[in-house]
């Protein structure tokens, strides 16, 4: 396994549509456990293929909870391969959003409560589910990177640029605090 380089904003390929998994295969396999390596390291809760530069419909989600006794989070890895958002409840709950492509900003951001949901697992295998809660959350923040779309085009504008900008100075202010 390897770590993969996750791409940030304003990089232009988080805006395309990712293009459908044709075939579950080994390659395929490799790039999931790549990115749950990835994910862990980061650390986040969710990653769409398309963060790591690989515009598929594919991502991931662990909430990694609840928290062990000893302080390390219970393993609850979860695949999405074409996942399909069936229905979406008219009820909309906001929580405290962030985004690994967008470091170290946050912000209210409401969707719709309860999704229900059809994906195909790592073996290739269909499922249909409900989500409620940080799943549903998590669930259509990662659904919406395969559309090209961020958490912050739920902002306005101006919150939306002055986050963008923020995210460039500050890794511009680290790459050079590692020239030093
Ligand atoms: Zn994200």
């Given at each position: 396994?390897?770590?993969?380089?996750?791409?940030?904003?304003?990089?232009q390929?988080?805006?395309?549509?990712?293009a459908?998994?044709?075939?579950?295969?080994?390659?395929l396999k490799?790039?999931?456990?790549?990115m749950?390596e990835?994910?862990?390291e980061?650390?986040g809760?969710?990653?769409?293929?398309?963060?790591?530069?690989?515009?598929?419909?594919?991502?991931?989600?662990?909430?990694?909870?609840?928290?062990?006794?000893?302080?390390?989070?219970?393993?609850?890895?979860?695949?999405?391969?074409?996942?399909?958002?069936?229905?979406?409840?008219?009820a909309?709950?906001?929580?405290?959003?962030?985004?690994?492509?967008?470091?170290?900003?946050?912000a209210e951001?409401?969707?719709p409560?309860?999704?229900?949901?059809?994906?195909?697992d790592?073996?290739?295998?269909?499922?249909?589910?409900?989500?409620?809660g940080?799943?549903?959350?998590c669930?259509?923040?990662?659904?919406?990177?395969?559309?090209?779309?961020?958490?912050?085009?739920?902002?306005?504008r101006?919150?939306?640029d002055?986050?963008?900008?923020?995210?460039?100075k500050?890794?511009?202010d680290?790459?050079?605090?590692?020239?030093?």
């Amino acid at each position: 396994m390897s770590l993969l380089p996750i791409i940030e904003v304003p990089d232009q390929l988080l805006r395309e549509q990712s293009a459908p998994v044709e075939r579950v295969d080994d390659d395929l396999k490799r790039l999931i456990a790549d990115m749950f390596e990835t994910m862990y390291e980061a650390p986040g809760i969710g990653l769409a293929a398309v963060q790591v530069a690989v515009p598929r419909r594919l991502l991931i989600i662990d909430l990694q909870d609840p928290v062990e006794e000893d302080g390390d989070p219970v393993k609850d890895p979860h695949v999405f391969i074409n996942p399909e958002i069936l229905k979406a409840s008219d009820a909309r709950k906001s929580y405290n959003e962030g985004c690994l492509s967008i470091p170290d900003q946050y912000a209210e951001i409401e969707r719709p409560d309860i999704v229900r949901a059809r994906w195909l697992d790592q073996h290739g295998k269909s499922h249909e589910g409900e989500f409620d809660g940080l799943m549903s959350v998590c669930l259509q923040h990662e659904v919406d990177h395969l559309n090209g779309i961020l958490f912050i085009d739920y902002l306005s504008r101006l919150k939306r640029d002055m986050i963008v900008k923020k995210v460039v100075k500050s890794r511009k202010d680290r790459e050079q605090a590692a020239i030093l």
